[in-house]
Structure formats: C-alpha cells, structure tokens
C-alpha cells in the first residue's frame, strides 16, 4: 500500500470484564476504499468500531487515523479531525425538525467557536450548509417536519446527513440499512454508493446484497478477531466465512 493508510489499526484487543469482544485485530484501509465489516452478531464489530471512533478505550494496541496515532485522543478531538459516523442505534433528537437536528451538528463541527455575539449572517450560513445537507440525501422536503414523526428510511437519511456534516474525510456508518424495507434499504444503500470516491468509507453491514455490492475490501471478523479480508468475490466463495457467517443468517 503506497500512500499513508486513512485508517491503521494494530493488535487491538478490547475487554469488557472477562469477556475479549475484539482480540487481537489489525486492519489498514487506504485512502478512498470502500471496506465492509462482515460477521455475525458478538463479532465485535461496534466494539472495533468505538475503539476507532473514541467511544471506547481498547484495552491494547494502537489506532492511527489520518497518519496520527489517536489511541489516546478523546473522542470529539478525533472527530475533528475529519470522523463522521452514524450509529447502530438511532442518535437523533426526536422532538426537534430534521432542519434543527443538521443545524445543531453543524454547528458543533464549526471550527470557530461559537459565541453569542456572532453575526447573523454566520448564523444564515450554518443554515444554508444545514439545508444543503438535507437536500444532499433527498429530505429537504421534510425540513421542518419533527424526527418523531419521520419514516424510520427517512431518519436513517438525516443519520446520513449528519455524518456527513463538517465534510469529514472518513466515514463509519455501523448498519445503516438496518430495520428498512427493501425499497428504504436500496434507496439508502445508492445513496452511499453516490458518495464521492475520494471519501474512504468504514460499513457494518448485514444485508450481504447490500454489503458485496458496495465494498472494495471486506473484512470479515468473527468472535473478535479478523478470520478474512478480500475482494467481495473471494469472501461470497470462502469456506470458512460460508460456514461462521452464512450459516447463522
Ligand atoms: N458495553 C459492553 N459491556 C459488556 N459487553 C459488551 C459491551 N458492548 C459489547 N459487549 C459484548 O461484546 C461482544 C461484541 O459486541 P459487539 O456489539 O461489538 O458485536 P457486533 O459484531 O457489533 O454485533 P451485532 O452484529 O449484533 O451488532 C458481544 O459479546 C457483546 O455482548
Ligand atoms: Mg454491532
């Protein structure tokens, strides 16, 4: 791999108690790939995840992102540093509008801090950018509407938006097709397969149509730890990943 990996994880093992959820993992992905994460339920998927992400501490090893070492980053400062991410659980507020919601996130990457005395035209401007992300994934028809009364599909599109707020340079998206009816689940998954190509792209995904159909590597983990990483075809053929993977879907 010529250039500075986007993503550059070393013996990551974390613990939770007695438990190893994620044992001993390495993974480098190159700027631009498209990698999916594969494996059953428990695998640790969420867990790699949140230690990449800041969520959680790993018990050991090393996470480099954009060429830095972050094991020992918090959370936010990471984010800053070009993270946009979208959860397995829906992380929105509910009683405010999807408009609100983007304004709001924009609003915390905004490098500038943000005070009260801040121009009214900044203000517009955070609006502006907030309206364009909503129009980015097809919901600005429905900026105004409350999260609460939006179609599950449509809130994993303002998930998406959010992710996408601030511009970030590599994005997790931890099953964001999870729960939709297939129309939901196509449109969703185009929407991803649409994003620019120079952005890399970490997915934890189940539905294997979904998932093949996206990656440019697949990583495939099972009982925390890496068991394959290839091409999607070299993973639909694989034994191993047939037996651990397939046989519990
Ligand atoms: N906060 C926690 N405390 C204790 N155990 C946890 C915690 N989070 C996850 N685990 C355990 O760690 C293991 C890996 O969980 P994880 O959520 O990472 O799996 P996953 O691959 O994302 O699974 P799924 O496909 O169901 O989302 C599981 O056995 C889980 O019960
Ligand atoms: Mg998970």
């Not at 304004?103 to 009260?116: E, H, I, P, Q, S």
């Not at 097809?138 to 707020?165: D, K």
């Not at 129309?183 to 093949?212: K, N, S, W």
């Amino acid at each position: 791999m010529a250039a500075t990996p986007v993503l550059d994880v070393t013996d990551l093992v974390k613990d939770f108690g007695g438990l190893r959820a994620v044992d001993g993992v390495s993974l480098r992905v190159a700027p631009g790939d498209r990698r999916v994460l594969l494996g059953p339920n428990g695998a640790g998927k969420t867990t790699l995840f949140h230690c990449i992400t800041g969520t959680l501490r790993p018990t050991a090893g090393q996470v480099r992102l954009l060429g830095r070492d972050v094991t020992r980053l918090s959370e936010p400062r990471r984010t800053a540093l070009g993270i946009g991410r979208t959860f397995q659980i829906s992380n929105v507020f509910v009683e405010l509008s999807a408009l609100e919601n983007l304004v709001l996130a924009a609003l915390g990457t905004d490098r500038r801090k943000w005070v009260m005395h801040r121009p009214v035209g900044a203000f517009a401007a955070v609006r502006r950018t907030a309206q364009a992300g909503l129009e980015a994934v097809g919901l600005a028809h429905r900026a105004h509407e409350r999260v609460r009364l939006l179609s599950y599909g449509e809130r994993r599109q303002l998930e998406l938006a959010l992710a996408l707020t601030g511009g970030p340079r590599v994005l997790f998206l931890d099953e964001p097709c999870a729960g939709l009816s297939p129309g939901e689940r196509t449109r969703i998954a185009r929407m991803i397969a649409d994003l620019p190509r120079d952005l890399t792209i970490l997915m934890i995904e189940h539905d294997m149509d979904v998932a093949l159909g996206l990656a440019d590597r697949v990583t495939v983990l099972h009982r925390g730890r890496v068991i394959l990483e290839g091409v999607p075809a070299e993973v639909r053929r694989h034994p191993e990943v047939r037996d651990v993977y397939f046989g519990h879907v």
